[in-house]
């Protein structure tokens, strides 16, 4: 097993991509630690899984994670919330929201954590392909992943003498409940998800599963060489220079 008695700590793991990358890696002999505002999808309970209540954006919160942690070896970055509204009715208060959570509570969770890794490390950093290209609407929440990416590469330099590595994965479409929320509102689903397969060179939909698998790959010590990547998981999304064919 990749991570056998591996300490981990995930946020956003009540869902989606968070719970996912939590289950992958208890199967793969770690000790998991999630953390969320919510727990609806977690589906493990025993001596290797902990649940720890928290806000990301909240330092107190964020303090009591690292507190709940004997030690830590792994470090999953993934909570954060999507955005979408357009740039001239963005209020300050909607970009603080989503820098907050997006972008600064990666940047201070980590400062926490590296105190909790005086053996070493890996961070793992979800970011999204909001951080190669932008979409109308959505400043906010592509400036914060772009921040992600930043900050990666910065730290992985900085905390390499530490022997703590620092990844991102840039996800692409990933079905999620959010996913869904979204289809539940378009009158023709069918034709909206006609549009995104034709401009996915795979034309599908990436389940959290997949990078839940690439996440267990980066934390473990086959990944020992790989510091400051920011690897794409997108099924060739950004890898195309332009859209195939016009939105509708």
Request: glycine share 8%.
């Amino acid at each position: 097993m990749l991570l056998t008695n591996r300490t981990i700590l995930i946020t956003g793991a009540a869902r989606g991509i968070g719970a996912a990358i939590a289950e992958v890696c208890l199967r793969e002999g770690a000790l998991v630690y999630c953390a969320d505002r919510e727990y609806l999808e977690t589906r493990q309970a025993g001596e290797r899984w902990w649940e720890i209540p928290c806000d990301v954006s909240r330092d107190d919160d964020l303090q009591r994670c690292i507190a709940a942690v004997p030690r830590l070896d792994g470090l999953v970055n993934n909570a954060g919330v999507n955005f979408l509204k357009p740039f001239l009715e963005t209020t300050m208060e909607d970009y603080d929201c989503v820098l907050n959570i997006d972008l600064r509570a990666v940047f201070r969770l980590t400062q926490l954590a590296v105190g909790a890794m005086p053996g070493g490390g890996s961070i793992v950093n979800i970011s999204s392909v909001h951080s190669i290209a932008g979409i109308p609407g959505a400043a906010p929440y592509d400036a914060a992943k772009a921040g992600v990416i930043g900050l990666t590469k910065s730290l992985a330099v900085e905390l390499a003498p530490m022997k703590i590595r620092v990844n991102a994965i840039s996800p692409g479409l990933i079905e999620t409940q959010i996913w869904r929320d979204v289809l539940a509102t378009i009158p023709d689903p069918k034709q909206y998800l006609d549009y995104w397969y034709s401009n996915i060179p795979q034309a599908r939909l990436i389940q959290p599963t997949e990078i839940a698998e690439l996440t267990a790959f980066l934390l473990s010590d086959r990944a020992s060489c790989i510091t400051g990547a920011n690897i794409t998981a997108d099924a060739g999304m950004t890898a195309q220079l332009v859209s195939r064919e016009p939105q509708v």
